[in-house]
């Protein structure tokens, strides 16, 4: 499907929009009742990684619009607990705690750990920070927030735990990567399918959580 260009949109937005009518992720997230096409990149991080079973508690930073919360859910089951936290307002998933604020605020953290009800089992980080079209800038805007992510994931996980956070592609993340290394038994980096093949961004996959040694 070809879409025209409005005479007040941006080049860039009507490529944007064009990728989305093209995008099979896209009108397969439509189908299945995802709020994103990001769902089916932790469906293929999960499928790699086996990160998500029945039972565990697992917490979704900068969860909005919901994608990832939602599949969290369903993979977790009733047995278990996923609770979500986003600064913008999110409509509620079903059998999932969505909490609204910054993640970094130490009294959010507080809070998450009482929804949790006890220890995560995986702490999950698909955030992004706004785009300035600088792509050095990004990277490392992108990396300071899997920073953050972490460090907050090291006040929740169990040992044994997992850490999936999103970053791009550079030589920024070496810090993050050696503090990774030393807290976790096997970090990996992936890249799923669902992932736009022209975007930078890949996953970082951190499993069998043991501490900083």
Request: aromatic share 6%.
């Amino acid at each position: 499907m070809l879409v025209k260009s409005a005479r007040r949109r941006k080049p860039s937005s009507t490529e944007w929009l064009q990728r989305q009518l093209s995008d099979p992720y896209v009108a397969a997230a439509r189908r299945q009742g995802y709020r994103s096409r990001a769902a089916f990149k932790l469906i293929q991080l999960d499928e790699r990684f086996h990160l998500l079973k029945p039972g565990l508690r697992v917490v979704d930073l900068g969860c909005a619009p919901g994608g990832w919360t939602q599949i969290a859910t369903q993979r977790v089951g009733a047995q278990g607990r996923v609770v979500g936290i986003d600064l913008n307002p999110m409509d509620p998933v079903p059998g999932a705690t969505v909490l609204r604020g910054d993640f970094r605020d130490p009294a959010m953290a507080q809070q998450l750990r009482e929804a949790l009800g006890g220890p995560a089992d995986v702490v999950l980080s698909d955030m992004a920070a706004p785009a300035t079209g600088h792509a050095a800038t990004d990277h490392l805007r992108i990396v300071a927030l899997a920073e953050d992510a972490f460090t907050l994931a090291e006040t929740l996980l169990t040992p044994g735990g997992a850490f999936i956070a999103k970053v791009f592609q550079g030589g920024a993340e070496g810090d993050l990567l050696s503090r990774l290394k030393r807290a976790f038994a096997d970090v990996r980096h992936a890249k799923p399918a669902a992932s736009r093949s022209e975007s930078a961004e890949t996953y970082v996959v951190a499993r069998l959580y043991h501490g900083a040694a």
